[in-house]
T-cell receptor
């Protein structure tokens, strides 16, 4: 079965620093890939997704992610962190072998941003 | 405004007392799903529904029931709740359940079973 690994349950950065959140998946067949963000007391919101085409995907709030098939990775980056980026981030993949969407989520990474 | 609405947002109850968490979406989506979120485990799917009267088990269905009598509603039923069902629950929907479609999530329901 598909699995998603997010390295680091917590990542701390200073405001203005680079944000890098790591995501690796296990499928040998390229899946569809998603990053979601969860702010306190809210549901998950889509940041960006990769389905087909360009491997560098731009999302909302200045985030982007690059699909690297050879590394089975889909890491999330942002050049300069803002305080408002503090949240929990989930990487998810859509199982490639089902006829419909079945999302498998990573365990999440909490981003802490200090002044 | 397009949204997925869950009620209640918070509930503390006791073991064995039946409860229902409602979920409603106003986007005419065919696909709906329930997840539970637990620390260190991410989100795990409980049940999903491809359309009215079509439901199926996800990864952790034990102890839960669902129904889909109308397209917009997808309630989650705990017939006899137990403490291990204490969790944060999310309802989500997407237009057709196609693999490339993102899901829209509700704001969550925090259940505490004593």
């Amino acid at each position: 079965a598909q699995s998603v690994t997010q390295l680091g349950s917590h990542v701390s950065v200073s405001e203005g620093a680079l944000v890098l959140l790591r995501c690796n998946y296990s499928s040998s067949v390229p899946p569809y890939l998603f990053w979601y963000v969860q702010y306190p007391n809210q549901g998950l919101q889509l940041l960006l997704k990769y389905t087909t085409g360009a491997t560098l995907v731009k999302g909302i709030n200045g985030f982007e992610a690059e699909f690297k098939k050879s590394e089975t990775s889909f890491h999330l980056t942002k050049p300069s962190a803002h305080m408002s980026d503090a949240a929990e981030y989930f990487c998810a993949v859509s199982e490639p072998h089902t006829g419909f969407q079945k999302l498998v989520f990573g365990t999440g990474t909490r981003l802490l941003v200090s002044p | 405004e397009a949204q997925v609405t869950q009620n209640p947002r918070y509930l503390i109850t006791v073991t064995g007392k039946k409860l229902t968490v409602t979920c409603s979406q106003n986007m005419n989506h065919e696909y709906m799903s329930w997840y539970r979120q637990d620390p260190g485990l991410g989100l795990r799917q409980i049940y999903y529904s491809m359309n009215v009267e079509v439901t199926d088990k996800g990864d952790v269905p034990e102890g839960y029931k669902v129904s889909r009598k109308e397209k917009r509603n997808f309630p989650l039923i705990l017939e006899s709740p137990s403490p291990n069902q204490t969790s944060l629950y999310f309802c989500a929907s997407s237009p057709t359940g196609a693999k490339n479609q993102p899901q829209h999530f509700g704001d969550g329901t925090r259940l505490s079973i004593l």
